[in-house]
């Protein structure tokens, strides 16, 4: 075949390109639409896993502790797990260490527990969560009655998870237990203070 010099030169009719724009918008589209589902399926069936509760033993910090204070360290003897153990100063406590265990009950409520050498408003406010110093005690149970009398001072912050504490300065230490719980829980908690 001879060679004319003629070269013709193909002139595009749109068609392919138009076809193309169809097929990647329908892909969009497509996959919007898969994405929307797959987001309402997820926004209606997902829920959140609580953290699981982390339980911490006492051993070694609290012999530790206790060779250090000289004051009687003590520990919650309840059927509650502890979480959180520190031997450590606080902002509240002045440079004082402060023997804190948080620990959570049966029903999940948090409780805790502080010792320090510590007596300071600054430092009862800290551990209360700002709570204020109960001067009626007819609303209180019976058993937080009785520990009245034994020098625990009940304080409330009723802002704050509805925190509870009771608060008792002696032996040379302030001891503070706080928690979300009932009155009664404190109640039972104070009357189960343990040596270690």
Do not use: C, K
């Amino acid at each position: 075949m001879a060679d004319d010099g003629r070269v013709s030169t193909p002139e595009p009719t749109g068609r392919p390109m138009r076809g193309l724009r169809q097929n990647v918008g329908d892909m969009v589209r497509s996959m919007l639409v898969v994405l929307a589902v797959v987001g309402a399926i997820l926004l209606v069936t997902w829920r959140p896993q609580p953290d699981p509760v982390r339980e911490v033993s006492l051993e070694p910090l609290v012999s530790f502790a206790s060779s250090q204070a000289d004051f009687p360290v003590v520990v919650v003897d309840i059927e509650a797990q502890p979480t959180s153990v520190r031997w450590e100063s606080t902002e509240g406590s002045d440079g004082e260490l402060v023997w804190h265990v948080g620990y959570v009950t049966p029903d999940e409520q948090y409780l805790q527990l502080s010792q320090s050498r510590a007596d300071s408003d600054t430092y009862i406010a800290e551990q209360t969560v700002e709570g204020v110093r109960l001067s009626d005690y007819a609303e209180l149970p019976a058993l937080v009655q009785d520990l009245t009398a034994e020098g625990w001072v009940p304080f409330e912050n009723e802002r704050v998870d509805a925190r509870r504490s009771l608060v008792r300065t002696n032996d040379g230490s302030t001891t503070i237990l706080s928690g979300t719980g009932a009155w009664s829980d404190l109640g039972d908690a104070a009357r189960g203070l343990v040596l270690p």
